[in-house]
């Protein structure tokens, strides 16, 4: 039945491709990707969850298509309260003793939707206010025989056509599965949020920096329930709308009144990349989702004035690099930092997990690499000018024009790293991450921590 409900949706996107192909220049491109995203749309999380991966990796897909499938967003209908009740019933029989949960949901993505309530203690104690994450009914179950679609699919092609082998796709969709699966396992989340606070002591001590998770909720944690403490805070692109538009003020959780944009956005955008290079340089262990959306602030008391904090949301995905590959991605980010170009284009060679005579042109990858580093660090001579994302991407572009295959774990801290570096040039346009992160680079390769 989801064989055919998926040949449903893609079969006239097949039909219409050879006469958009066709008429390309004259709006057949834009009629096919309007076709095919309302596809995606249509079938349902895991496709949008696809579209959204696959529009991250700029290593495997041409650059033209990652940026149409950035623009497709999850269009998902909360479901209903009472299916609600059911999996938190399922999960936890005697979950009303404890736990109140509003009827109408604060949010809804393509995995979960999220509910604001309160926990007791004891049937007479206060309530403490609360997140619940609830997974919709079914989603795991369409996700698992939509990947077992996938796969099949794609070993029929390779079966059929041992030329497609060379396009990785089985590789491709390992990736993607990995990317996936994390995401609808409540568990796995809260396992993230308790790494994550205990990297960041600051909530048990108040020392180091000031960033706090929210706090999970055991034993109240399942496969399909999270429940977690409710942090009210600001949206960081709250503060980015604020300063696009030109608003000299906003409001913030935590303020009475108002606060000059001026005077929060340098506090948030340091303490920003502060926080993503002390995961990816000392914790080994980097949120893999750091988008504005997942990054909010508050001030909170400190003696006679007030705090800022940061709070990161959304830990379903976490990148933990292997070993071997952290060595190989602080090597290379060690030779961007000196600006040998040569050693970065050797080092993506040699250390691709892929077959090297698949590679396409080897030495002028190299030396496409060398001269990419050399223009774009050349351009540190004025403050705020090297642009680590900027040259990020453009390698990720070249090794996917070259057939170099790059690490999985690399790319995402890579894309990690471009949104980051836009989020801090969007508070502070002269925020340079190779300046920022030094410090922390020579402590990782002196003590060689791999």
Request: hydrophobic letters at 45%; aromatic letters at 8%.
């Amino acid at each position: 039945g989801r064989c055919v409900a998926l040949l449903g949706h893609l079969v006239p996107v097949a039909c219409a491709a050879p006469l958009c192909w066709l008429l390309w220049r004259r709006g057949g491109e834009r009629f096919f990707w309007r076709l095919f995203l309302s596809a995606l749309q249509s079938i349902g999380p895991t496709a949008v969850k696809f579209a959204q991966w696959a529009s991250t990796r700029p290593d495997l897909l041409p650059s033209s298509v990652c940026s149409h499938l950035t623009v497709l967003q999850a269009d998902v209908r909360a479901h209903h309260y009472n299916d609600t009740v059911a999996i938190l019933t399922d999960a936890f029989p005697n979950w009303r003793e404890v736990l109140e949960v509003e009827r109408e949901p604060i949010g809804s993505g393509c995995i979960a939707q999220v509910y604001r309530g309160c926990i007791r203690d004891s049937p007479s104690s206060p309530g403490r206010p609360v997140a619940l994450k609830v997974r919709h009914p079914q989603v795991a179950e369409k996700m698992e025989l939509d990947l077992l679609v996938m796969r099949a699919g794609v070993d029929a092609l390779e079966r059929l056509f041992p030329v497609a082998r060379y396009l990785a796709m089985s590789e491709a969709l390992d990736h993607f599965e990995a990317f996936l699966r994390p995401q609808a396992d409540m568990r796995i989340e809260a396992d993230h949020l308790e790494v994550f606070s205990q990297n960041f002591d600051y909530e048990r001590t108040g020392e180091g920096l000031a960033v706090r998770f929210p706090k999970v909720m055991r034993p109240y944690v399942s496969e399909a329930v999270l429940v977690e403490s409710y942090e009210a805070a600001t949206p960081i692109t709250t503060l980015l709308n604020a300063a696009s538009k030109g608003q000299d003020s906003l409001v913030v959780e935590g303020l009475e009144g108002t606060i000059t944009v001026e005077a929060c956005r340098d506090v948030v955008g340091k303490l920003s990349m502060d926080t993503f290079l002390k995961m990816l340089f000392t914790d080994n262990f980097v949120h893999g989702d750091l988008h504005p959306g997942n990054m909010h602030f508050r001030f909170v008391p400190d003696g006679a004035s007030r705090k800022l904090e940061l709070l990161l949301f959304d830990a379903g995905l976490a990148v933990e690099l292997s070993p071997r590959d952290r060595r190989n991605f602080v090597e290379l980010f060690h030779a961007i930092a000196m600006n040998d170009g040569n050693l970065v284009g050797q080092l993506m060679l040699e250390r691709s997990p892929g077959h090297r005579e698949q590679v396409i042109h080897e030495e002028d990858f190299v030396t496409g690499v060398a001269k990419l580093v050399t223009t774009v660090r050349g351009q540190g001579i004025a403050l705020g000018q090297v642009r680590i994302g900027n040259l990020l991407e453009q390698m990720l572009r070249m090794a996917c024009d070259h057939r170099v295959k790059l690490e999985t774990s690399f790319v995402n801290i890579a894309m990690s790293i471009i949104v980051v570096e836009g989020v801090g040039r969007q508070m502070n346009p002269l925020v340079d991450v190779i300046v920022a992160a030094k410090p922390l680079l020579i402590e990782a390769m002196a003590q060689r921590f791999w």
